[in-house]
Nanobody, 117 residues
Framework: QVQLVESGGGLVQAGGSLRLSCAASGRTFSRMGWFRQPPGKEREFVARISWSGGSTTYADSVKGRFTISRDNAKNTVYLQMNSLKPEDTAVYYC????????????WGQGTQVTVSS
């Protein structure tokens, strides 16, 4: 059974940092990524990472502030978020898939990140 379990969300002041974790089980994934859904808005892409960790992609809104990484020995992906802004407030979702391209078929339950001004 495939499971993605996020942790690390919370309340932080603007300019602060948080580190999200996503522990995967049940399968080895070629791609893992993070998405977020701000209040009243559609879910949006944040970052992705390849299986080797050698390829990463970021949304323009988080470039230079967020870093995605993974530990394959632990089957875990991380999202280090620095210089947080109120507009980063959202439910953050971990996503994964066994294919290198296309939609993500596996999703976590989400973790709330709230950035106060």
């Amino acid at each position: 059974q495939v499971q993605l379990v996020e942790s690390g969300g919370g309340l932080v002041q603007a300019g602060g940092s948080l580190r999200l974790s996503c522990a995967a089980s049940g399968r080895t994934f070629s791609r893992m990524g993070w998405f977020r859904q701000p209040p009243g808005k559609e879910r949006e892409f944040v970052a992705r990472i390849s299986w080797s960790g050698g390829s990463t992609t970021y949304a323009d809104s988080v470039k230079g502030r967020f870093t995605i990484s993974r530990d394959n020995a632990k089957n875990t992906v991380y999202l280090q978020m620095n210089s947080l802004k109120p507009e980063d407030t959202a439910v953050y979702y971990c996503a994964a898939d066994t294919k290198f391209y296309g939609t993500y078929n596996y999703w976590g339950q989400g973790t709330q990140v709230t950035v106060s001004s």
